[in-house]
């Protein structure tokens, strides 16, 4: 079933740049560094760049899939797998859109709770998000697309901060270059997945883009910003850290800014952290937008209704995630189902319908 969108509830091509890069930057660049790390040391800027590489194939497939269908990933799976099997496929893609919008709303939930509050209660920060998640839902998709805006314009000055502790820097660290092998570089690759990921919610928001195959090249202007963006903030942390530091660390990009002082503001960390606030809402609204449309496509169910559902799912599955622990294996979860959608599911889906196309091409013919 081909659903059109009304032109007053579409966005113009060049809002796709500004939705990539503020799903792709997040809550994971708080911590991307020590996780990379682990396996690539002093290397670890390669890997980022081999995994921008890669998901800028994966865009490239993914505009192949819906330029194809003229319509969203739910449409594609009933195409090509019927039904019963496309929507097993859709619903599971939906849970990972939820859980991607879980993740993220937890680990800055920890943040604020180890840094800032650190008794305040994770149920009471779940409430008011959900709250705020359910308002900007119900206001539509260029509400989204509004916010994600603001996400990518107004911390963009934390960016160019991050930059100050070069004059600590020791660039001698980087020498050689790739002193790892071929393995490590690949598994630090793989560990970039979870800073990048959420860029496929394109699957789900392409309808709501005018001319959508034109919005190509800003969907992939966006992603070689965050590319660039996580690039060099990684090269700035190796070039402070020594690797011993880097990979106790647990958050690296906090640690940077806990070290800039200025005259009229001793602990920077925390305005910094108060600021990455607006980073990390689209990357949260977005998500469940996302899971929420999914499943009004699927069951025909009104969105508000859906969203209503998510936001009180919400309040009973986040405040159960309360140690450490229970944040690091949800981030290895959903870590490993991003790296399996974004590597395998995506050329996957990519190659079966290059083949129904030309299967039904020569049918035609």
Same mark, same amino acid.
């Given at each position: 079933m081909h659903v059109k969108v009304k032109e007053k509830f579409q966005v113009s091509p060049p809002m796709v740049f500004f939705i990539i890069?503020?799903? /792709?930057?997040?809550?994971?660049?708080?911590?991307? /560094?020590?996780?990379?790390?682990?396996?690539? !040391?002093?290397?670890?800027?390669?890997?980022?760049?081999?995994? !921008?590489?890669?998901?800028?194939l994966v865009i490239r497939m993914m505009y192949y899939i819906l330029k194809v269908n003229h319509n969203d990933v739910i449409e594609v799976h009933r195409n090509l797998f019927g039904k019963w099997l496309g929507g097993l496929l859709s619903l599971a893609l939906i849970l990972y859109f939820y859980m991607t919008g879980v993740l993220v709303l937890r680990t800055y939930i920890e943040v604020i709770q180890v840094w800032v509050f650190e008794d305040l209660p994770t149920w009471v920060l779940t409430v008011l998000a959900a709250g705020f998640v359910y308002y900007v839902i119900k206001g539509g998709f260029r509400t989204v697309v509004g916010l994600c805006v603001a996400g990518v314009f107004i911390p963009s000055i934390l960016f160019f901060i991050l930059l100050m502790p070069l004059e600590y820097a020791d660039f001698l660290n980087f020498l050689p270059i790739w002193k790892h092998s071929l393995k490590d570089i690949l598994a630090g690759a793989k560990d970039t997945t979870l800073t990048f990921i959420g860029f496929e919610l394109l699957l789900l928001f392409y309808p709501f883009i005018k001319h959508g195959y034109r919005s190509h090249k800003w969907a992939q202007l966006g992603h070689w910003a965050s590319v660039v963006v996580y690039t060099l903030l990684m090269i700035v942390t190796l070039a402070f850290f020594s690797e011993g530091q880097l990979k106790i660390t647990i958050w690296p990009t906090l640690t940077l800014l806990k070290i800039i002082e200025f005259p009229f503001i001793e602990r920077f960390e925390y305005l910094g952290i108060s600021l990455w606030l607006i980073i990390v809402v689209p990357n949260i609204v977005t998500a469940f937008w996302g899971a929420s449309r999914g499943l009004k496509r699927l069951f025909s169910i009104k969105q508000r209704y859906v969203v209503l559902f998510m936001v009180?799912?919400?309040?009973?599955?986040?405040?159960?995630i309360d140690n450490r622990q229970a944040v690091n294996t949800l981030n290895e979860w959903v870590n490993q189902i991003g790296f399996w959608?974004?590597?395998?599911?995506?050329?996957?889906?990519?190659?079966?319908?290059?083949i129904h196309s030309k299967w039904k091409r020569k049918n035609e013919t």
């Amino acid at each position: 079933m081909h659903v059109k969108v009304k032109e007053k509830f579409q966005v113009s091509p060049p809002m796709v740049f500004f939705i990539i890069h503020a799903m /792709q930057v997040g809550v994971g660049m708080l911590g991307f /560094q020590r996780i990379i790390a682990k396996s690539s !040391g002093y290397d670890s800027w390669i890997p980022v760049i081999i995994a !921008g590489v890669v998901i800028s194939l994966v865009i490239r497939m993914m505009y192949y899939i819906l330029k194809v269908n003229h319509n969203d990933v739910i449409e594609v799976h009933r195409n090509l797998f019927g039904k019963w099997l496309g929507g097993l496929l859709s619903l599971a893609l939906i849970l990972y859109f939820y859980m991607t919008g879980v993740l993220v709303l937890r680990t800055y939930i920890e943040v604020i709770q180890v840094w800032v509050f650190e008794d305040l209660p994770t149920w009471v920060l779940t409430v008011l998000a959900a709250g705020f998640v359910y308002y900007v839902i119900k206001g539509g998709f260029r509400t989204v697309v509004g916010l994600c805006v603001a996400g990518v314009f107004i911390p963009s000055i934390l960016f160019f901060i991050l930059l100050m502790p070069l004059e600590y820097a020791d660039f001698l660290n980087f020498l050689p270059i790739w002193k790892h092998s071929l393995k490590d570089i690949l598994a630090g690759a793989k560990d970039t997945t979870l800073t990048f990921i959420g860029f496929e919610l394109l699957l789900l928001f392409y309808p709501f883009i005018k001319h959508g195959y034109r919005s190509h090249k800003w969907a992939q202007l966006g992603h070689w910003a965050s590319v660039v963006v996580y690039t060099l903030l990684m090269i700035v942390t190796l070039a402070f850290f020594s690797e011993g530091q880097l990979k106790i660390t647990i958050w690296p990009t906090l640690t940077l800014l806990k070290i800039i002082e200025f005259p009229f503001i001793e602990r920077f960390e925390y305005l910094g952290i108060s600021l990455w606030l607006i980073i990390v809402v689209p990357n949260i609204v977005t998500a469940f937008w996302g899971a929420s449309r999914g499943l009004k496509r699927l069951f025909s169910i009104k969105q508000r209704y859906v969203v209503l559902f998510m936001v009180l799912t919400l309040i009973i599955v986040v405040p159960p995630i309360d140690n450490r622990q229970a944040v690091n294996t949800l981030n290895e979860w959903v870590n490993q189902i991003g790296f399996w959608v974004i590597i395998a599911y995506i050329p996957f889906l990519c190659a079966v319908q290059f083949i129904h196309s030309k299967w039904k091409r020569k049918n035609e013919t």
